[in-house]
């Protein structure tokens, strides 16, 4: 038997996964994935169903997107700032009780509060809006927490690819639930779900052990100068803020994720448990990607497969609205997950690699504002659209502004189009 050489345990694909630390992080990260996507999944539903409106779809996510841009420049300097376990436990505790408190506007005395006059959903929009608000100080956390936990850099790649296709796998599963759960045994019971999973989450962060902050490099800054040194860096590295830019926009008006109850109940006419399989149906195409790219990583012309990625994103959006048949409407869903997990682990790898640790933090914050609340206000866009053009012509606009974004970074971003992500290649970076 040969003995296994450095080179090849580089190339291990499980390497991340054999260190116990990370294991619980994934593990609880999967709870809260999945009871985040149960949750909403099921406030879609239960809002349209209330109002019969794309635009109050629309309005779901920019009620989270508004907090979380808020504070996202502020809880980056706070996560490069304090230890980033005490921030995640706090955010997962007030999404436990935003999960409280739905389950509770879905049982009957809740339902009390949701009479039809002008402000009937008011009680539901301020619980995605709090709930906004924890996101915002989660995400840099967590993006911020995870390389902590590897003891070197050689782990780093395969965690990213872990991370994504556990997140995809969990977001897989968490629509399908929601939907079974909407069918079978009613809002409530959805929401329930939800807050047992966020629980176990809680637990489950609980038992990481938690890690000193990385020592700052220079002089101590003052807060605004701390605050917006995320943006400086991002903003002087253009191979970075193409990259951004471009997933920005692609996401911003290629979405059609945000109309999906629609497409269920009114073009493809197959109710809550259909709606459960066209919102899996992207994390599906997603979790096979990623875990492809576990095994086969994207190095060498890294920056061209994503711009071909970005770009078939938008024809498989253009597609999907314009078909009527399920299968073919699953399929389209599926490929948009699958060009997607490519765009999501390069500009995860980039951010990674490219970022010093005592700066991830204001970096991630950053991204968020960038790439993390452009889903919902897309789904803002996309809702907004809709109501004036009309579903389908929506989601063709979106594709359409997509595949506009890729020709143009295409054409302007050299240093993204040339991108290489081989070790020869970013050591001399």
Same mark, same amino acid.
């Given at each position: 038997?040969?003995?296994?050489? #450095? ?57 989270? #997107? =508004?907090?979380?841009?808020? =504070? ?183 979405? #059609? ?147 506009? =974004? ?24």
């Amino acid at each position: 038997m040969s003995v296994p050489t #450095a080179s090849s345990a580089r190339h291990d694909p499980y390497a991340a996964l054999r260190i116990p630390d990370f294991r619980r992080y994934l593990t609880a990260r999967i709870c809260l994935t999945l009871a985040t996507r149960i949750q909403g999944l099921v406030i879609a539903w239960q809002i349209f169903k209330l109002t019969n409106d794309p635009l109050a779809l629309g309005l779901i996510g920019l009620a989270e #997107a =508004v907090p979380s841009i808020g =504070v996202s420049l502020y809880a980056g300097h706070v996560a490069d700032s304090v230890k980033r376990k005490n921030i995640i436990m706090a955010a997962v505790v007030c999404l436990l009780f935003c999960a409280l408190a739905l389950t509770w506007l879905a049982s009957p005395a809740g339902l009390r509060l949701l009479t039809r006059d002008a402000f009937y959903t008011l009680p539901l929009y301020a619980v995605i809006f709090v709930s906004g608000i924890a996101r915002g100080f989660m995400g840099p956390a967590t993006f911020s927490f995870m390389p902590q936990l590897l003891p070197d850099r050689e782990h780093l790649g395969n965690a990213i690819t872990w991370n994504s296709t556990t997140w995809q796998a969990a977001s897989v599963l968490g629509p399908a639930i929601g939907g079974y759960l909407i069918a079978h045994l009613g809002v409530a019971n959805a929401y329930a779900a939800s807050t047992m999973l966020l629980g176990l989450a809680l637990l489950l962060f609980g038992t990481v052990a938690s890690r000193p902050l990385p020592p700052a490099v220079g002089a101590r800054e003052d807060l605004r100068t701390s605050i917006l040194s995320g943006i400086r860096f991002i903003w002087g590295n253009q191979l970075i803020l193409a990259a951004l830019a471009l997933d920005l926009f692609a996401v911003l008006f290629g979405g #059609a994720v945000a109309l999906l109850p629609i497409f269920a109940v009114d073009i493809l006419k197959v109710g809550a448990a259909g709606l459960g399989h066209l919102e899996a149906a992207p994390a599906v195409g997603s979790v096979l990607m990623a875990a492809l790219l576990t095994y086969f990583p994207l190095r060498r012309h890294a920056g061209r497969k994503l711009l071909w990625a970005v770009a078939g994103f938008g024809l498989a959006t253009i597609g999907f609205a314009l078909s009527t048949n399920i299968w073919l409407s699953l399929l389209l869903l599926f490929l948009t997950g699958v060009f997607d997990s490519v765009s999501v682990i390069v500009r995860s790898t980039l951010l990674h690699t490219f970022t010093p640790e005592h700066l991830k933090g204001r970096v991630s914050a950053v991204n968020n504002i960038f790439i993390g609340s452009s889903n919902e206000i897309g789904s803002f866009e996309s809702g907004t659209v809709a109501r004036l053009l009309g579903v389908v012509t929506s989601v063709v606009f979106g594709g359409t502004m997509t595949l506009v =974004v890729v020709a143009l970074t295409a054409l302007k971003a050299d240093k993204l189009r040339h991108l290489d992500l081989t070790p020869e290649a970013v050591k001399s970076e």
